[in-house]
């Protein structure tokens, strides 16, 4: 089996995560007219979907125990592909809200994820430019990804995830599957004293990091929700 070189393929991992989030900023308006519901209402499918990777970030360390950074990137597409077809066929906002929690914890496994394999995949050297192309793959689906998401939707706002975030899932999968797998581990996700299981929260430091991440996160998620119906409703503006 021939494996590829680690960057593409991490690059196109986050490519897909990060797609699978701005989905929603084009459609809402669409996607609130054909449910008969507010956009207010409409964009709280983005609250449980970070409410569910809330709770798979937590829960990571405990899975990175048993599973591989290969195996935790395969689930972690698995569920961008399952959420974006789920929310492409959703029937209503309850099923569409399902599926939205399935894009939220898989984007709290492939950060983890993509950030731990660039370490374990890459020789000593290549580590640093390898994680920098992996983080590369977030902003270029913004770059490239949103502006094909903005064109798709006018067709039809469930094109949208059929096109970007499912297709780029069902690309990085095959590359993710050829890479080595069963060895690498979650950092931190070893085995631990009992003296090492205090919950790093209760530090004042890193409590007051964790308070400063969440105001921000709050606010970009805000502002990525909502920015788009700001832009189609109040000033007339096409999704592309």
Request: include cysteine; glycine fraction near 12%; charge should be neutral.
């Amino acid at each position: 089996m021939t494996r590829l070189r680690p960057a593409p393929v991490l690059f196109a991992t986050m490519f897909a995560s990060q797609a699978s989030f701005l989905v929603l900023t084009a459609i809402l308006p669409d996607l609130a007219g054909d449910f008969g519901v507010s956009t207010a209402t409409a964009g709280q499918a983005r609250t449980l979907a970070a409410a569910t990777g809330g709770v798979t970030a937590l829960a990571l360390g405990r899975l990175g125990r048993h599973l591989g950074v290969r195996e935790l990137l395969l689930l972690g597409l698995g569920l961008v592909a399952v959420g974006s077809l789920a929310s492409a066929l959703a029937p209503n906002l309850a099923a569409f809200v399902c599926a939205q929690a399935a894009i939220g914890a898989a984007a709290a496994i492939l950060l983890s994820a993509g950030v731990a394999a660039a370490g374990e995949w890459a020789e000593a050297g290549e580590r640093a430019r390898v994680l920098s192309w992996a983080l590369l793959g977030q902003p270029a689906a913004w770059v490239v990804g949103m502006p094909l998401i903005g064109v798709i939707s006018q067709l039809d706002w469930r094109f949208a995830w059929l096109a970007v975030p499912l297709g780029a899932s069902l690309v990085a999968l095959p590359a993710v599957a050829l890479q080595p797998g069963g060895a690498g581990r979650l950092p931190g996700a070893a085995e631990v004293t009992p003296a090492a299981t205090e919950p790093v929260w209760r530090r004042p430091a890193v409590a007051q990091w964790a308070i400063g991440e969440l105001m921000a996160y709050s606010g970009w998620g805000a502002t990525l929700v909502y920015a788009g119906a700001l832009f189609i409703e109040s000033y007339g503006l096409s999704a592309a």
